[in-house]
């Protein structure tokens, strides 16, 4: 008798672990479906022109500050602040149509990357002040390489592979004489 219990006993564990097994995978496929349609629901969440109107609108603050700061950092380069206005709000209108809710990003900060990154390049397309520490920099590089192409050409020279006529003539031509 009670080796029929335990049989009986045995096979109840064993239905109530597969009716255990298969809540749990109901449960996951429910919260699956349940995202994929959030996730087809946030797609359609794009801002509609009246939205993109009023969120511009409300940010046109953020530009200015913007445009000042950079102008207070020194990197406008003698670029005057209503440009960088006119840049910033061209790229607030642009962050304003590209936005999207799904994301889960705040406007403000969405904005700020459109906004900042159109006035920097405003900055580097419109300046009229050349970027003295870029081309000292260009200068600097461009003379290491033709140092380390004559050092080249000197230990070819040294090893008999060229002549000194040759290694000069380089050398002219290296250095632009």
Do not use: C
Not at 76 to 87: A, Y
Request: proline share 1%.
């Amino acid at each position: 008798m009670t080796t029929v219990i335990g049989i009986i006993l045995f096979f109840l564990s064993i239905f109530f672990i597969i009716n255990l097994i298969k809540e749990t995978s109901m449960k996951a496929l429910k919260k699956a479906s349940k995202k994929e349609k959030e996730t087809e629901i946030r797609k359609m969440q794009k801002l509609s022109q009246k939205e993109q109107e009023e969120i511009y609108e409300s940010h046109l603050e953020y530009v200015n500050k913007l445009a000042n700061k950079l102008v207070h950092e020194g990197l406008d380069k003698g670029l005057p602040i209503e440009v960088l206005v006119k840049e910033g709000r061209l790229g607030l209108r642009k962050a304003a149509e590209d936005f999207d809710l799904s994301k889960g990003y705040k406007f403000s900060t969405y904005a700020y990357w459109y906004m900042k990154r159109r006035m920097l390049r405003a900055i580097e397309v419109q300046s009229s002040i050349p970027d003295t520490i870029t081309y000292k920099f260009q200068k600097q590089q461009k003379s290491i390489s033709e140092a380390d192409e004559l050092k080249k050409f000197a230990d070819l020279r040294d090893r008999g592979i060229i002549t000194e006529e040759e290694f000069n003539a380089k050398k002219k031509q290296i250095l632009g004489l």
